[in-house]
């Protein structure tokens, strides 16, 4: 499938020129706007997620001091800060989960790595890849719009079409949000998300059908990587689930412009009837954010442990089971919302089946360090990092899976720390280590593994820093969307935020790191980490069309016929075999 | 913040996790939180343990070469799928068994209605007492009848370890049967707008005796009370957060020499303040938004009783602000009232 682009300056080559790579093909702003190639999306992807991560970022460290006191200080109005407050909440939360947690791993690794694995030129569908890559940069100016609507309001006083600011949290719940008089611009942000789920699920649709349709012959189900099983299991969940939130937010949209009554209480509307809505998607949801992260894992852990994964089937089928199993647990959201005694028992009962494939991921991750060989890279230390907040982060999710401890727990800091531990914790461990891992692949230079390391350390502190505090506020009953709160609870608040702080440094550490790896940083060879999938098989940065001649898969976890060797510096494969990628 | 730091310090060993319990079923439900955090520690524990021995006995070293381990055993696979699968059905049985044993309020439950609105909770008592406060008597089952009439409000009292939802356009219902002495906090937990974090009150548990008295004293204070100090005490229960009395800035317009003066809206035109003005306000608070503030105020239509003349008490009091709106000027249905 060649995917060359009509009147866009290709260089075409008589022969093959080694120096030809996707960065360099074609060159000029079109050639990116209107790229059909995986790899060139995956950067654009890359650059406006880290560009929304930033700024939701900020909004967190603004929340964050905030809360330093218990009485709202920012702005010389108590009015008016808590209301940035609640904007600023809302705001973080929903540019987090809409433009960042959701896209980050399965847009941008998931567009680079996916074709490069199966062995093939693009995904099997690049132009549908393109649309769902504009989707979800639509999608992100409407929230710029919702933010912008707010800093003309406070700068202004006056209102743009649609209301000013969202502070209705980023659940957008009935009926606060369907009210005149409250909420802010919500059209404009549930049509921004609207837009984004048509990027998740045409991104969902891709994978899946580049999966069933370009998977080299010699690659049978159960000698796909991991990661690529994780991507399955993940479209799946974004194709079946994400149409439900399309639709939840369709009604809310109708109900609030043209008073249909369908969540409105006064129109004859149930309020709760929208959580569930809400729920049946954003809870697939929270496995669409975790599970490419295991996969990312279930990369790193063998090849920086030198050693082949452990269970390679259970973790296959742990992720399609999560997958599956998350359909059946969103009633958990709703434990103390009037939902009855055995409709609350039942949920309560399969939220707890969901931790089993989790636990056995878990110690899957850990028996593959059993005897190995394991080299302290960047990447894997953010992999350490990984499994301790993501056990640390599930295990508590064991008190709200449970009933009676649930309902104290429920809607406090408690909830706060666990969601963090999960999705911040783990989801961004697992973001940065495949970072550092195809860092090289991607850009063709090398980072500073040294500094990379250092960061990861002063960012798990920072993190538990941050985020462990509110495990013990939420147990005493601090609930979570508060600007103001009773005086006992801010020593917390105190440790939180100077936790919050010390993890910011640790992420600007870790971006410094990146732009002088791009700078300065020395050319990378092909395969600098001895990893045996296929995307390791061609150069780095890959040409345009990925691989010169089409390479042969073999097990991707094999890895013991790759040596370090210190004359050349780098890994070779021994002749004895010739499966998978070669020196 | 000192006193934080000592707080924090003091609090190990005691009750460094949780918050003080005032009900059987808080202990029951603390019971079913530290089981859950025992096996939380030793998987915590031993996982931690397992990461880091490793990383240090598995550390690449030059010229040291591991032995190899298999890549998959699917006996000890099967057994870490199992031993998690019993222990999470062991913990789901206790947090069912506890959740349900309360559930349902014994048939002789006290019934207190908890009215909330943005951003204030009322209590209506069963001999017709409205307050901002709840009291209720110690080892008496109450049942709280939770009931909303904006968007949905949240009601959670951490010394008993409960908490329910109020949603708008229904019922939902909780008990508690108290078993200490003390004053407690009543926390919203479900986001309800610009003061959700000012939407607090105060739980008392008293001894019967104690309760008794309160009641007779609310019960007489509301027989006998002159318009005006009605008024602020409706004022007190429900419109505090938004309006002062005494001129400055809040939520909403302040009432110090609000009646008799002209007010200006965001739409340019105005009026000066006069009863109607301000019943239509109360009731249908954002027909008219005044210039300068956000349409935030929820109808107090159905909070407010007729037959206590509530609207009428709280204008009366509005009036007793203004230096325009000094006696006798009381139209219609507003006159000073005796009553039964």
């Given at each position: 499938m060649s995917v060359a682009v009509p009147n866009m300056n290709v260089r075409v080559a008589a022969g093959r020129d080694p120096s030809d790579n996707y960065l360099n093909h074609s060159r000029g702003l079109l050639s990116w706007i209107f790229t059909l190639d995986h790899k060139r999306i995956a950067i654009m992807y890359m650059v406006f997620i880290l560009a929304n991560y930033l700024l939701a970022g900020i909004f967190a460290m603004l929340l964050r001091i905030e809360l330093l006191s218990p009485k709202p200080w920012m702005l010389a109005d108590p009015e008016a800060t808590k209301q940035l407050y609640n904007n600023m909440f809302t705001l973080h939360g929903a540019m987090m989960i809409f433009l960042f947690v959701i896209p980050a791993i399965p847009a941008i690794f998931g567009n680079f790595v996916l074709p490069l694995m199966l062995g093939a030129k693009d995904v099997a569908f690049p132009r549908l890849n393109l649309l769902s890559l504009w989707c979800y940069g639509m999608g992100g100016l409407f929230f710029v719009y919702v933010l912008f609507s707010g800093v003309y309001h406070a700068a202004t006083g006056n209102t743009l079409p649609g209301g000013f600011g969202l502070d209705t949290g980023w659940t957008f719940y009935t009926p606060y949000s369907t009210n005149e008089a409250s909420g802010?611009?919500?059209?404009?942000?549930?049509?921004?998300?609207?837009?984004?789920?048509?990027?998740?699920?045409?991104?969902?649709?891709?994978?899946?059908?580049?999966?069933?349709?370009l998977r080299p012959k010699a690659m049978g189900w159960f000698k796909m990587p991991l990661f690529l099983w994780s991507l399955y299991a993940t479209s799946i969940l974004q194709i079946l689930a994400t149409p439900v939130l399309a639709i939840t937010l369709l009604l809310l949209i109708a109900e609030k412009t043209l008073h249909i009554g369908i969540f409105a209480w006064k129109l004859g509307g149930d309020p709760v009837l929208y959580q569930h809505f809400f729920w049946f998607y954003s809870h697939p949801a929270v496995y669409i954010m975790i599970l490419p992260a295991m996969g990312v894992m279930s990369e790193v852990m063998p090849v920086f442990c030198r050693k082949h994964i452990f269970g390679y089937a259970f973790i296959a089928c742990s992720s399609v089971g999560l997958a599956m199993l998350s359909f059946f647990v969103w009633g958990h959201h709703m434990f103390v919302s009037g939902q009855s005694a055995l409709v609350n028992s039942i949920f309560s009962l399969l939220t707890f089946s969901v931790a089993i494939p989790s636990a056995v991921k878990v110690f899957n991750w850990t028996a593959t360090m059993y005897k190995s060989d394991i080299r302290f890279n960047a990447a894997l230390c953010f992999a350490l990092g990984f499994i301790m907040v993501f056990t640390a982060g599930g295990l508590t999710g064991m008190f709200l899976g449970s009933l009676q401890t649930n309902v104290p727990l429920h809607d406090t800091y408690f909830v706060v720390a666990h969601f963090h531990y999960v999705m911040m914790g783990s989801t961004v461990f697992a973001f940065l280590a495949g970072m550092y891992y195809w860092f090289p692949k991607i850009f063709g230079k090398t980072c500073n593994d040294k500094v990379g390391c250092w960061a990861a350390v002063i960012i798990f502190v920072g993190f538990n820093l941050t985020f462990f505090p509110q495990f013990i506020m939420g147990t005493k009953g601090m609930p979570r969307r508060w600007a103001t709160y009773p005086p006992e609870f801010q020593i917390y608040h105190i440790i939180s935020t100077i936790g919050a702080f010390v993890m910011a440094a640790g992420l600007f550490t870790v971006a410094y790191n990146w732009v002088a790896g791009l700078l300065i940083g020395p050319p990378a060879p092909p395969n600098p980490?001895?990893?045996?999938?296929?995307?390791?098989?061609?150069?780095?940065?890959?040409?345009?069309?990925?691989?010169?001649?089409?390479?042969?898969p073999g097990d991707p976890y094999h890895l013991a016929d790759w040596q370090y060797v210190n004359e050349k510096q780098g890994w070779v494969k021994s002749p004895a075999t010739s499966e998978g990628p070669q020196a | 913040?000192?006193?934080?730091?000592?707080?924090?310090?003091?609090?190990?060993?005691?009750?460094?996790?949780?918050?003080?319990?005032?009900?059987?079923?808080?202990?029951?439900?603390?019971?079913?939180?530290?089981?859950?955090?025992?096996?939380?520690?030793?998987?915590?524990?031993?996982?931690?343990a397992l990461v880091v021995t490793f990383a240090i006995k598995y550390r690449h070293r030059e010229g040291v070469v591991t032995d190899t381990a298999a890549?998959?055993?699917?006996?000890?696979?099967?057994?870490?799928?199992?031993?998690?699968?019993?222990?999470?059905?062991?913990?789901?049985?206790?947090?069912?068994?506890?959740?349900?044993?309360?559930?349902?309020?014994?048939s002789n439950a006290m019934p207190i209605v908890v009215n909330a609105v943005q951003w204030s909770y009322s209590f209506d008592y069963p001999n017709g007492v409205n307050d901002s406060e709840?009291?209720?008597?110690?080892?008496?089952?109450?049942?709280?009848?939770?009931?909303?009439?904006?968007?949905?409000?949240?009601?959670?009292?951490?010394?008993?370890?409960?908490?329910?939802?109020?949603?708008?356009?229904?019922?939902?219902k909780i008990w508690v049967q108290a078993d200490q002495l003390g004053e407690y906090d009543i926390f919203c937990?479900?986001?309800?707008?610009?003061?959700?974090?000012?939407?607090?009150?105060?739980?008392?548990?008293?001894?019967?005796?104690?309760?008794?008295?309160?009641?007779?004293?609310?019960?007489?204070?509301?027989?006998?009370i002159p318009p005006v100090d009605h008024g602020?005490?409706?004022?007190?229960?429900?419109?505090?957060?938004?309006?002062?009395?005494?001129?400055?800035?809040?939520?909403?317009?302040?009432?110090?020499?609000?009646?008799?003066?002209?007010?200006?809206?965001?739409?340019?035109?105005?009026?000066?303040?006069?009863?109607?003005?301000?019943?239509?306000?109360?009731?249908?608070?954002?027909?008219?938004?005044?210039?300068?503030?956000?349409?935030?105020?929820?109808?107090?239509?159905?909070?407010?009783?007729?037959?206590?003349?509530?609207?009428?008490?709280?204008?009366?009091?509005?009036?007793?602000?203004?230096?325009?709106?000094?006696?006798?000027?009381l139209p219609g249905a507003a006159q000073p009232t005796t009553k039964p």
């Open positions: 802010g611009n919500v059209v404009a942000a549930t049509t921004g998300a609207f837009i984004i789920g048509f990027s998740s699920i045409l991104t969902g649709i891709n994978f899946v059908a580049s999966i069933h349709t980490w001895g990893g045996n999938t296929l995307e390791w098989a061609t150069t780095s940065p890959p040409p345009h069309d990925n691989f010169a001649q089409t390479p042969t | 913040m000192m006193t934080g730091a000592i707080n924090l310090l003091a609090d190990v060993g005691g009750s460094y996790w949780l918050p003080p319990r005032a009900s059987g079923y808080a202990g029951a439900s603390d019971w079913v939180f530290w089981f859950i955090m025992g096996i939380c520690i030793f998987f915590f524990g031993l996982v931690a890549s998959h055993s699917t006996a000890l696979e099967i057994t870490w799928t199992l031993i998690p699968t019993v222990i999470v059905f062991i913990i789901f049985y206790y947090g069912f068994k506890g959740y349900m044993a309360g559930t349902v309020a014994p709840i009291h209720i008597p110690i080892n008496v089952p109450v049942e709280f009848i939770l009931s909303s009439s904006d968007v949905i409000h949240g009601f959670y009292i951490p010394a008993f370890r409960i908490k329910k939802d109020i949603v708008p356009g229904r019922y939902n937990t479900q986001y309800c707008g610009l003061d959700h974090s000012g939407m607090r009150a105060k739980l008392y548990v008293q001894t019967p005796q104690q309760y008794a008295a309160w009641l007779d004293k609310k019960a007489l204070e509301a027989a006998s602020k005490a409706i004022y007190t229960k429900f419109c505090n957060s938004c309006h002062t009395i005494d001129g400055s800035a809040s939520t909403g317009p302040t009432w110090k020499n609000l009646f008799g003066y002209p007010v200006k809206f965001a739409d340019s035109s105005s009026l000066t303040v006069d009863e109607d003005y301000l019943r239509s306000m109360i009731l249908n608070p954002n027909n008219k938004i005044v210039a300068g503030f956000l349409p935030v105020m929820p109808s107090f239509q159905g909070q407010l009783k007729d037959r206590t003349h509530d609207v009428d008490h709280l204008i009366a009091f509005i009036k007793s602000l203004s230096d325009k709106g000094q006696p006798p000027a």
